[in-house]
């Protein structure tokens, strides 16, 4: 098997130049007879180089680590998006950051899908997703790539990298931003039921055009978050960036019922802050509360005027939110639960909308000087409160941290952590083994690649059936 050699030892985020597949793992510590089934994980990991291009952008690489009965494999696969196989067809880059295809590109070549920040099962397919196009379906036991999943013909344009699936009625909801076009303040919305047919589909106007990466669900209601990383087409045709951080436009947050309609939305206001993602929310007689992990001022995007926001601030911590839905107040209140640097945020799946008294996220070690090195993982109760906290030895790196149930009807909690871990030193990979309450003794089995897995976003578990 081919090693990358140009990986950068300080970070994880250069690409990695092959496809493998390693049948055998070694596995330090135990596997649990009982966790059996896959993880599959995405994230961007660029075929060529591209001048200019964001990270986020980089083309999706599917990792899959098959547990079962105590061993473990695992298989790599690049999906092969329309892009992907017109850059590797001509053996170089055709398009820039965001869609922008390069000057040479070919004319009728339009789709600039990357498939490359999330991969869910819901209804039989398991599906790659990012936040501009529709879902990648994925054949489960290759990885290979069977193309765009629409839904019966009834979902078009962008669908997000972050849909929820409603533990009771098995119901999956999206919601889609850029929904009129690129760079367009119109929002998207839509469900499918368990078995896989679309239900609704609809488009609103938002307040203005924004990045919005992630959404809140609840039992009855949900929620679309308009923060002030806006989109700009004027910006982007003068060679400015696309998108950009605009704190005088505040925060919004659309409220509307899940049986309703667009129309019907009731919006919140604050300060200007930036989330990428959310842990979990419910509701508590006329309230709703959220817990997202929140950024004063948004990281990785710059002012308009191309000048960074700052490092200070731009970080994220665990953050709750309350919106009344009495009518008393059109401003929703946030408040910090705890100051350590951290994202990724996850919970216990069945309790997605519901009061959760469980949740992880991935966090920064505080002794270290760098943010972007996200380091260990914290547990928290439903208040946010540690229950426990792991760091790992210095220079290492842990991404999004996945909860798996020990068993369909276990109380909530119950389970494993799954993360993957960068090795600095080996520059290789782990995949780490945690049992999920008790996160602080560290994990109790690592399965051991040979080969790093670049810093990617999300994946998700799906049990042997």
Request: aromatic residues 10%.
């Amino acid at each position: 098997m081919q090693q990358d050699t140009v990986a950068d030892r300080h970070h994880n985020l250069g690409p990695i130049p092959f496809e493998a597949d390693a049948p055998f793992l070694k596995i330090v510590g135990e596997l649990s007879r009982e966790l059996n089934g896959v993880l599959y994980r995405n994230g961007p990991n660029p075929q060529f180089d591209s001048p200019g291009a964001h990270w986020f952008v980089g083309d999706g690489m599917l990792h899959a680590f098959h547990l079962e009965n105590g061993r473990a494999s695992y298989r790599n696969r690049w999906v092969r998006t329309p892009k992907w196989v017109a850059e590797h067809d001509a053996g170089r880059a055709l398009f820039g950051g965001f869609g922008r295809k390069l000057p040479d590109a070919p004319a009728d070549l339009t789709d600039s899908g990357v498939a490359n920040t999330n991969i869910i099962f819901h209804a039989g397919k398991l599906l790659a997703l990012e936040e501009a196009h529709l879902p990648t379906e994925i054949e489960p036991g290759t990885l290979a790539t069977r193309g765009y999943h629409s839904y019966q013909g009834r979902v078009a344009g962008s669908f997000t990298a972050h849909p929820k699936i409603d533990p009771v009625t098995g119901e999956l909801v999206f919601f889609g931003y850029n929904a009129a076009g690129p760079l367009t303040p119109a929002l998207s919305y839509g469900s499918s039921d368990a078995s896989g047919k679309a239900t609704r589909f609809e488009r609103f106007e938002a307040p203005y055009a924004s990045m919005v990466h992630d959404f809140i669900v609840t039992e009855n209601h949900v929620l679309f978050p308009i923060l002030p990383i806006t989109g700009s087409m004027e910006r982007a045709m003068s060679g400015r960036p696309p998108y950009a951080w605009e704190p005088d436009k505040g925060a919004y947050v659309g409220v509307m019922k899940r049986n309703g309609t667009a129309k019907d939305i009731v919006w919140f206001r604050s300060e200007a802050c930036y989330v990428f993602h959310v842990m979990n929310a419910w509701e508590d007689g006329e309230h709703i509360i959220a817990d997202v992990m929140q950024f004063e001022e948004a990281p990785l995007f710059p002012h308009p005027d191309g000048r960074p926001t700052d490092p200070e601030k731009s970080r994220a911590r665990h953050c709750r939110w309350t919106f009344d839905l009495s009518g008393n107040s059109d401003r929703f209140q946030q408040t910090y639960l705890d100051d350590l640097t951290g994202e990724f945020p996850r919970i216990d799946d069945r309790r997605a909308g519901l009061k959760s008294h469980h949740g992880w996220y991935a966090c920064a070690n505080p002794r270290l000087p760098m943010f972007g090195a996200l380091s260990g993982i914290v547990h928290v109760d439903g208040n946010g409160r540690r229950l426990g906290h792991y760091l790992l030895p210095a220079g290492d790196t842990i991404s999004e941290p996945v909860f798996v149930e020990r068993s369909k009807d276990a109380a909530e909690g119950d389970g494993w952590l799954l993360a993957v871990v960068w090795r600095a030193r080996e520059n290789r990979s782990d995949l780490a083994v945690f049992n999920a309450i008790d996160v602080e003794a560290g994990p109790v089995a690592l399965v051991q690649l040979g080969h790093r897995v670049p810093d990617g976003f999300h994946g998700n578990w799906v049990g042997a059936a």
